[in-house]
C-alpha cells in the first residue's frame, strides 16, 4: 500500500507540473506573439484554461495527501482539544461522503458530454477529457482522504501511520 501511496503521489505531482509549465509556456508565447508580433495564437487561451482546469482537478488528490484541503477551522475550535482527532475524522468522512456525490454526478455529466459530441471551439477537440477530470480528481481526492482516516485511526489506536499527514 505504501508503494501505492507513493506512486499516486508521484502522477498527482508531475501532471500538475506538467500542466502548468504547459499552459505557462502557451500562454507566454501567446503574449509576446499578441504584443510584440501582433499576431495571436487562436487557440492559446482555450487550451490554457483546460491544463489549468486538469492541473485543478488533479492537484486536489494532492493536497488531500498533505490534509490540506478545505475545512473549516472555527468550527474544530468549538471542541476541546481532546475532541479534534474525532471532529477532523468526522471531517474526513464527510469529505468521502462529498467526494462520492461529486464522482458519481462527475461520471454522468461526462458521459453526457461524451455522448453529445460536444467539442472544444478553437482547436477541435472533444471536451469529455477535461470533464472526466472532474470525477477523476473528486475519485483520486476520496481515496486520499480515506488514507488520512486510516491514518488518523492508527494514530489514535497509537500505531504509526503509514504515510500522508498525521491526525
Not at 499576431?39 to 491544463?51: D, K, N, Q
Request: charged share 15%.
Amino acid at each position: 500500500m505504501k508503494q501505492f501511496r507513493k506512486g499516486l503521489l508521484l502522477i498527482d505531482k508531475w501532471v500538475s507540473i506538467v500542466c502548468i509549465i504547459a499552459d505557462l509556456v502557451i500562454l507566454f508565447v501567446n503574449v509576446v506573439g499578441r504584443y510584440v508580433f501582433l499576431h495571436s495564437i487562436p487557440w492559446a487561451e482555450e487550451i490554457g484554461r483546460y491544463l489549468m482546469i486538469i492541473m485543478i482537478y488533479l492537484g486536489i488528490s494532492y493536497s488531500a495527501h498533505h490534509d490540506s484541503h478545505i475545512r473549516i477551522d472555527s468550527v474544530e475550535k468549538l471542541y476541546p482539544p481532546k475532541a479534534l482527532p474525532y471532529i477532523r475524522i468526522l471531517s474526513n468522512v464527510i469529505w468521502v461522503f462529498y467526494c462520492g456525490i461529486i464522482t458519481y454526478y462527475g461520471l454522468q455529466y461526462t458521459a453526457y458530454i461524451f455522448e453529445t459530441h460536444a467539442r472544444m471551439v478553437a482547436v477541435n477537440l472533444p471536451l469529455w477529457p477535461i470533464y472526466a477530470t472532474i470525477p477523476l480528481g473528486h475519485f483520486l481526492m476520496g481515496i486520499r482522504v480515506l488514507f488520512l482516516i486510516s491514518d488518523q485511526v492508527a494514530a489514535l489506536r497509537g500505531k504509526s501511520a503509514e504515510g500522508g499527514a498525521q491526525a
